[in-house]
């Protein structure tokens, strides 16, 4: 205390002020670099796409699911695979006063497939979910790229056939569609099982030992994943895995294309999309938009693929087949189409108005000699707000501003109405509160008539524009 006492002292007030302000306050009203606050309309369109998903998940059979953001490291470290650039670089990792070593989820699989495990739910397979929420990349913040993002991502566990590899890119094909997004092409590859991917690692290994003093990293897994120019100039002549595929992994590929081709699902086999050869197997896939909304390397809008051995991986039980996708909701709802978004019901303003006609007290809960009170006016209309809801629309009480609650504040309260877009304000003041009637006030056409109070619900349902 003495110390910073005598540190103090030689600063000027001014400089003491600055050095206090700038950095300190950044961090106290900013948020964290790649992270951000979203309210308003961004919200709302979140929301949309969240529903979307959430309806068409549930129509093919998926249940949601929600897990913690924070699991034991181990969960991510073991499963991802060191080599990953998520593992590699991007975790956020802590320990924690307990001293756990615990690391918030930068994905949505590998937690889900912990919750499989831990809550023994493989004893009932197959099991299919869905879910959304927040994941933490400690990534370069981009266009389309975030270090705090959300995901809607699918998890199927128990179904090995080719035809299920189908039906999950089926799912997606949908969620994009209804989104209004028919412009995403799907790129689809086979990474072939365990001996076809031994294979190639092999053949690929010797022919970047040409190369090493070039590359941007010594893992084979990082280089077939990278974004660096110069990489993906050496891999275009690199030994390409469909060469190495097994008879059994061509004849499942074959009847996934040819399935999809039936059903009237476009794709493109890309044989360089590989996604970390740790992780996956077979099948896997990235749906792609090509839009100036995104940065260059942020047009993959949602991506996944057949896991088959993870469940073992994690300690759970030997052969769970799995697959599943994510897709990036700030990504899409970049791309969305405002006008796909549906409007949200307009309000209706209730106005009190406290000093108009008849005579009321203004002691706030006196009500001598049948004199309303401010508070019974206040009351009266707050549940004809609360009836107005409770058949389902938007209702707004325009709060008197101040202390003063016996002076009307109308022309204040209907220029506030009109900006929040209300459709309609219903006056009521102690005239039309003794004779059991509103004044509805139609803002569009500045038209006003006197309403029964119990025929304003039908009245307002015959007249408004937009209903909840
Ligand atoms: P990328 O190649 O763009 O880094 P990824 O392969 O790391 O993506 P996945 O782990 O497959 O991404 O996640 C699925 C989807 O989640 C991506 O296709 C993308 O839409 C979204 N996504 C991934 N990382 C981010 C991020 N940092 N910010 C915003 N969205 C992201
Ligand atoms: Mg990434």
Wanted: hydrophobic share 35%; proline share 5%; aromatic share 8%.
């Amino acid at each position: 205390m003495a110390a910073l006492a005598t540190r103090i002292r030689v600063h000027s007030t001014k400089s003491l002020c600055r050095c206090f302000s700038s950095k300190a306050n950044n961090e106290q009203t900013n948020p964290v670099r790649g992270m951000k606050d979203r309210f308003g309309e961004e919200n709302r369109r979140f929301q949309w796409i969240n529903d979307k998903g959430s309806k068409i998940a549930s129509r093919y059979g998926f249940d949601q699911i929600t897990t913690p953001i924070l699991e034991y490291s181990q969960v991510f470290e073991r499963t991802l695979g060191d080599s990953s650039d998520v593992v590699g670089k991007e975790l956020y990792s802590f320990e924690d006063k307990g001293g756990s070593r615990l690391t918030m989820r930068p994905e949505g699989t590998a937690g889900i497939t912990r919750a499989l495990i831990s809550q023994k739910l493989y004893n009932d397979l197959p099991q299919k979910f869905y879910y959304s929420g927040p994941m933490f990349r400690h990534e370069r913040p981009q266009k389309g790229r975030l270090r705090q993002f959300e995901q809607f991502g699918i998890e199927v566990y128990g179904q090995s056939h080719a035809s299920s590899d189908v039906e999950t890119i089926e799912v997606a094909s949908v969620f994009l569609k209804s989104l209004g997004l028919t412009s995403a092409s799907l790129e689809i590859n086979t990474l072939g099982d365990n001996a076809s991917r031994q294979n190639y690692k092999t053949a690929l290994k010797e022919y970047l030992s040409n190369y090493t003093d070039q590359l941007s990293e010594d893992s084979v897994n990082r280089i077939l994943d990278s974004k660096s120019p110069q990489d993906i100039h050496i891999l275009e002549n690199s030994p390409v895995l469909s060469d190495y595929l097994s008879e059994a992994s061509k004849v499942r590929f074959a009847f996934i294309t040819r399935t999809l081709e039936h059903m009237d699902i476009p794709y493109i086999i890309n044989p360089r999309l590989v996604r970390g050869l740790d992780y996956y197997q077979d099948t896997v896939f990235e749906f792609k938009v090509t839009s100036p909304l995104l940065g260059a390397q942020q047009g993959t809008v949602l991506a996944g693929g057949r896991y088959d051995g993870l469940v073992e991986k994690m300690g759970g039980p030997v052969g769970v087949p799995s697959i599943g996708w994510a897709a990036g909701l700030e990504r899409l709802s970049l791309l969305v189409d405002d006008n796909k978004i549906p409007l949200t019901a307009r309000p209706i303003a209730i106005i009190p108005v406290p000093d108009r006609g008849g005579s009321f007290s203004a002691e706030p809960d006196n009500n001598k000699n049948n004199t309303p009170s401010v508070m019974a006016l206040h009351s009266h209309a707050m549940s004809v707000g609360a009836a107005l809801r409770a058949k389902g629309m938007r209702v707004e009480f325009m709060h008197l501003t101040g202390s003063s609650s016996s002076k009307s504040q109308l022309p204040k309260q209907l220029a506030r109405a009109s900006k929040m877009n209300a459709s309609h304000a219903v006056l009521i003041g102690t005239d039309e509160m003794q004779k059991g009637v509103v004044t509805l006030k139609d803002l569009d056409k500045t038209e006003q008539q006197l309403c029964p109070v119990d025929d304003l619900v039908r009245t307002l349902s015959a007249q408004r524009p937009f209903r909840c």
